[in-house]
């Protein structure tokens, strides 16, 4: 098996830094996005590139040597990132959440030595969701106690994002107590298989295919307890969530752009609207105002829910931890739909040259209904609904 490696990773300073690479790097994405889209084309290097940067450092601590920036820093990178070409901002979604567990539940010993490898540009992929179990919360793969103080890890992972870029690809478990671990293990480790069979309609060159494990040996000082993070006030799942909220939004702004463009450059007015150019159609103007309006609006929910988030984990309690979960499942909704919306207006307005294949608009609506469906906003919808009628708190999992 051919390791991945490992580029020579920039540290960052602070926020500002981290923002300035996320418009550098989106800018050199999208020159190519429709081309990789329509290829199939795996973004190895642009992947090596983002480690480079050292944004995937960004939310590493300061005491072990990171920028440590914002929530809501963070979420303006990813929209930056989607917008550009939002398979690459789905890659490291998951890098960006075990970070976080190794935050909220890792030994000090731990911390120290994967912060170390982050800050060296290391990637982690993921390996979490399972196809053939009953629900997605409905963990089978094993982590077994070998009785030596090691593990052997046995089971089979779909939907692994990132981890055929990765160089460690943390996997969820149930131990021998059934209790959730998560077990970081090294992607080129004996008994670890990670298969390219990726065949969705949208987010084509995420590399969101399998990952088999047999019995793969895991040291105990490689396992995180993550059931531990559940058992108190927590902000995994709001900001796992909040990433994917920042890559729709960011779908979302992408897809406006560029129909923008192509209305200025390509189309042509309706006879009766007696105007020179498509961009001065006034129902054409009327009807990018309208998305324009809806999508200012998942920005602004979007920086809403990154400012709680920051502001619970200066002070967590279950009541900050819970708003900002509501907060995040709010700008969730939102963008969900806000994506579907625009990237499906994007044809109603630029008429039918923008079907063409050869234009390949059609990715940007299907990338916002595959990348969509990663969880049913519903169920958000009715979490926000109970905290605003009722003021219940929302339960503690990794989905919302």
Do not use: C
Request: hydrophobic fraction near 45%; avoid cysteine.
């Amino acid at each position: 098996m051919t390791t991945t490696p490992t580029p020579v990773a920039a540290v960052l300073r602070d926020d500002a830094e981290a923002l300035a690479h996320a418009r550098r790097l989106a800018a050199a994405f999208a020159a190519e996005a429709a081309d990789r889209d329509r290829e199939r084309r795996i973004p190895h290097a642009e992947l090596d590139e983002l480690s480079a940067s050292g944004l995937l450092a960004a939310t590493v601590p300061a005491e072990h040597g990171g920028a440590d920036i914002t929530t809501r820093t963070l979420l303006e990178v990813f929209r930056l990132l989607a917008a550009a070409d939002p398979s690459i901002a789905q890659i490291p979604q998951n890098h960006f959440a075990f970070v976080n567990v190794l935050r909220e539940s890792a030994t000090p010993e731990q911390q120290a030595f994967f912060f170390g490898e982050v800050l060296a540009g290391k990637r982690f992929g993921n390996a979490q969701s399972e196809t053939g179990s009953r629900t997605v919360q409905d963990i089978q793969t094993r982590l077994r106690a070998t009785g030596d103080g090691d593990f052997l890890l046995h089971g089979r992972k779909g939907y692994a994002t990132g981890a055929l870029l990765a160089h460690w690809i943390p996997v969820s478990a149930k131990d021998d107590d059934d209790l959730l671990q998560i077990a970081y293990v090294p992607r080129d480790a004996e008994g670890v298989t990670v298969i390219d069979d990726w065949a969705g309609m949208g987010q084509r060159v995420t590399a969101s295919g399998t990952v088999e494990l047999d019995q793969v040996r895991v040291p105990a000082e490689r396992v995180v307890p993550h059931h531990a993070t559940f058992q108190r006030p927590q902000l995994h799942g709001a900001l796992s969530q909040a990433l994917h909220a920042a890559i729709d939004v960011g779908i979302a702004g992408g897809a406006l752009a560029e129909a923008a463009e192509f209305v200025r450059t390509r189309s042509r007015p309706w006879g009766e609207a007696g105007v020179d150019t498509a961009a001065e159609d006034p129902l054409t103007v009327q009807r990018f105002g309208e998305l324009g309006i809806r999508l200012r609006a998942a920005e602004a929910l979007l920086g809403e829910a990154g400012t709680a988030v920051d502001e619970a984990r200066a002070d967590l309690t279950d009541d900050s931890a819970g708003a900002a979960s509501i907060a995040v499942a709010a700008a969730k909704a939102f963008a969900d739909a806000t994506a579907i919306e625009i990237t499906n207006a994007l044809f109603e307005v630029a008429g039918t040259r923008s079907a063409l294949d050869s234009a390949n608009l059609h990715r940007h609506w299907r990338n916002a209904r595959t990348h969509t469906l990663h969880d049913p906003v519903r169920w958000k919808i009715q979490h926000v609904g109970r905290y605003t009628l009722n003021g219940t708190l929302p339960p503690r999992h990794g989905h919302l």
